[in-house]
């Protein structure tokens, strides 16, 4: 009678769990990458995989992540999103599976009520721990953001202490309002000290006469000074085709177009450091740029677009330049580039390929200094081979050859 009634329990959840709208779906991503440089074939093959896989049940996704690197279980990693009566809730937890280690936990959760969206994140690192509550609205044309942190967020402290409490981090409050011709967007920091600095910034202020310029600015007060900072932009507005125009700002102003702090903005020494021209024809692309490097930041290195990029903050070269900008283990730098690539299936149908071609910074015209292919093939609505090529051709060497395939289901 009991075993009847255990089985008749499972058959009633498994019956419960099969009315809900499931889907179970994923991918497995293999490259094989050979280093035609190394001196032993050891160090020359790297073979990284990729496996992903979702699960939906109602309104609930989870999904993982398995990353394995050269036989190696490097990096594990379960992520949840879902919505839980009229909370939105959604983490991940991260694990080092080579060093049996755990590297941090992440959730995330947020209600609206009255048009008040209130929110929680939670964090957590070895011997960390750090919680963020806010609150936003909008009243009008005003809305209003608070933020109030607990314990160290390793995100944005380099050096922080040691143990998991909860200890009074900071209070952000943010409000944006309108103020004459201009938005205003106002911000206060207090700390555990007390009062940090209060901001004030206008965004996108046009001038009449010159409709292509439209300039912001920022001052901040702290209690031992004021910084000011300008902010021009500049859009030459649509020229025929996609075409971009690069370029910085001297005279006190930095690479990225914002002037230093308390230093004056002079529009007279506007320099123009590239251009980029693209088009697209019957399912093909072709991008152009010439990215001029005798502009230096500082001495330390090309100049570019200051950014977060793949080595953190940083100048990096733009468009199908970025990457090859010559420092960590990137060629380069490069400061011309010709690509050619397939866009959608009107082309090839189920065959997609890229081609670039980059130029030294001292090369001439025919002066190639590195080549890069990639091609991808659908061999089955759920199965893509691919294979890559990049060649050193300035110094006669085939970097990487590489092949792959990507099963989905």
Known sequence: MKRALVFSLILAVGLGFAGFAQTLSGSWDTDVILDLTATNWADGITINTEILVDYVVGDWTFSSETDILNGVW??????????????????????????VA????????????????????????????????????????????????????LYLIADPGDGCDLDFSYLDIDVTFPFCCADVSAGLRFGCDGFQWAEFCIDALTIENLPWLTLGACVT??????????????????IG????????????????????????????????????????????????????????????????VYMYGYDGYAYYFPGILYGFEGFGTHPGPFWEAYQIA?????????????????????GGLFDVAYFVANMEIQLASQFTFTLGLETDVANDEVNELSLGFEVTW
Not at 75 to 86: C, E, I, K, R, S
Not at 127 to 146: C, P, Q, R, T
Not at 221 to 238: E, H
Not at 342 to 362: L, R
Request: charged share 15%; glycine share 14%.
């Open 74 to 99: 490097s990096n594990q990693d379960f992520d949840f999103a879902g919505v839980l009566g009229a909370f939105t809730i959604g983490g991940d937890i991260e694990f080092l599976p080579a060093s």
């Open 221 to 238: 007060f702290q209690t031992s000074g004021k910084t000011f900072v300008f902010t021009p932009d500049i859009d030459l507005g649509l």
């Open 241 to 304: 085709c996609d075409f971009d125009l690069y370029y910085h700002f001297g005279e006190g102003v930095n690479v990225y177009g914002e002037t230093a702090a308390n230093q004056a903005w002079t529009l007279s020494s506007l320099t123009f450091d590239g251009i980029q021209i693209a088009c697209e024809i019957g399912g093909v692309s072709f991008t152009g740029i010439t990215f001029f490097p005798t502009y230096w930041n500082n001495g330390s290195g090309p100049a570019g």
């Open 102 to 153: 755990f590297q941090r936990m992440d959730v995330d959760a947020s209600v609206s009520i009255a048009g008040v969206t209130f929110g929680a994140a939670f964090h957590l690192w070895p011997d960390n721990v750090y919680l963020e509550l806010s609150g936003s609205g909008v009243a009008g044309d005003v809305s209003i953001d608070v933020t109030v942190g607990f314990g160290d967020n």
């Open 342 to 362: 397939t866009t959608d299936d009107g082309c090839c149908g189920p065959f997609a390929f890229d081609v670039t071609v980059f130029f030294g910074a001292e």
